[in-house]
């Protein structure tokens, strides 16, 4: 239901979480902000933290979210929202656990739904599940707190071999991922994972070139955009080279156009697989021979100014703020 005589559609940004990417998921919130058309939306930003969701309403004034409707109240008007654009990177925006409750109260959102998006979430769980479509992964090894006895150094490196990376199984932004070059490196990489979530994932190093691919479909059409190539000097796309720079983005990407287009059909295809919904980025290493390799899929990412996405949008001569538009609308 519309609050504002107006009529503009209310779209509720809900960014924050509860994971070490707050602070990325509040960029992008304001990315997205940017982005929006204002004549057309009438725009707030929620933020979520633990059990305290609050909205904007003014500059620097927040009043408390009802959890009964996601509804708010202010100056005595109740006001609520007619569709969520979510941007929390990690829980509980991007396991699934937020898509719930906004199932539950019938409010709709722009990314996918809940099995997706805790199957995307969980990055060992999504491999492996579209391995068996034949898309090729990374041999990997999974390992859980509640584990034991767990699985030794030795037996890890014997599985996966020397460099790997152990990273959280449950997080993003390269927090918690460390590059193993030895097998003395593997414990304590293994604890630094740990600390971020209850699940470390143990992967194989694929030497190559590094590119992203976004994609969204709507009812009428389905749109790969120009790929991305990342090459940073740094030992692996690290936060550093995600967020402060140390790092070239090269759009569209140094490949043939052949690899290219199976790239972006790939992507396609995994969408579909996994049954998602709005802008998806999926993450890739071309190998020896340009052989397409997953790395992980990102059901809901980054969206400030230099993040892939609105990059890629540009240079496919797209407008972000129609292409938002267009994923807004086609929930009505």
Avoid at 44 to 66: N, S, Y
Avoid at 80 to 106: K, R, S
Avoid at 316 to 329: F, P, Q, R, T, Y
């Amino acid at each position: 239901m519309l609050t504002h005589t107006n009529m503009k559609k209310k779209i509720a940004i809900i960014a924050g979480g509860d994971s070490s990417e707050y602070g990325v998921s509040l960029r992008s919130a304001a990315g997205i902000e940017s982005f929006l058309n204002h004549e057309q939306y009438d725009i707030t930003t929620v933020l979520l933290r633990g059990k305290d969701w609050k909205a904007q309403v003014g500059e620097d004034e927040w009043v408390a979210i009802d959890k009964n409707d996601f509804s708010y109240t202010y100056n005595g008007e109740k006001h609520t929202f007619d569709f969520a654009y979510i941007t929390i990177h990690g829980t509980p925006g991007e396991n699934g656990v937020l898509q719930g409750y906004l199932d539950m109260i019938g409010l709709s959102y722009s990314c996918c739904g809940v099995l997706a998006a805790a199957m995307t979430f969980n990055k060992y769980t999504c491999n492996h599940y579209l391995k068996g479509f034949g898309v090729k992964v990374a041999e990997s090894v999974l390992l859980r707190k509640s584990q034991e006895p767990r699985a030794k150094s030795q037996d890890i490196v014997a599985q996966v071999g020397l460099p790997c990376f152990i990273k959280t199984n449950v997080g993003g932004s390269s927090f918690g991922v460390t590059k193993v070059k030895t097998l003395e490196e593997v414990e304590p990489a293994i604890e630094k994972a740990f600390a971020e979530g209850d699940e470390v994932i143990c992967e194989a190093f694929m030497k190559g070139v590094e590119i992203t691919c976004g994609v969204y479909k709507t009812k009428n059409k389905a749109v790969a955009f120009p790929i991305t190539e990342v090459v940073t000097s740094n030992e692996f796309f690290d936060y550093d080279a995600k967020y402060n720079g140390q790092v070239d983005e090269i759009t569209p990407a140094r490949i043939p156009d052949e690899v290219r287009d199976a790239v972006q059909a790939m992507t396609l295809k995994i969408y579909d697989i996994l049954g998602c919904k709005g802008i998806i980025r999926v993450d890739y290493i071309l190998t020896e021979g340009w052989t397409i390799n997953l790395l992980e899929v990102n059901t809901t990412p980054g969206m400030t100014a230099t993040s892939f996405i609105p990059q890629q949008v540009r240079a496919a001569g797209l407008d972000i703020k129609e292409v938002l538009s267009e994923i807004i609308e086609d929930n009505f």
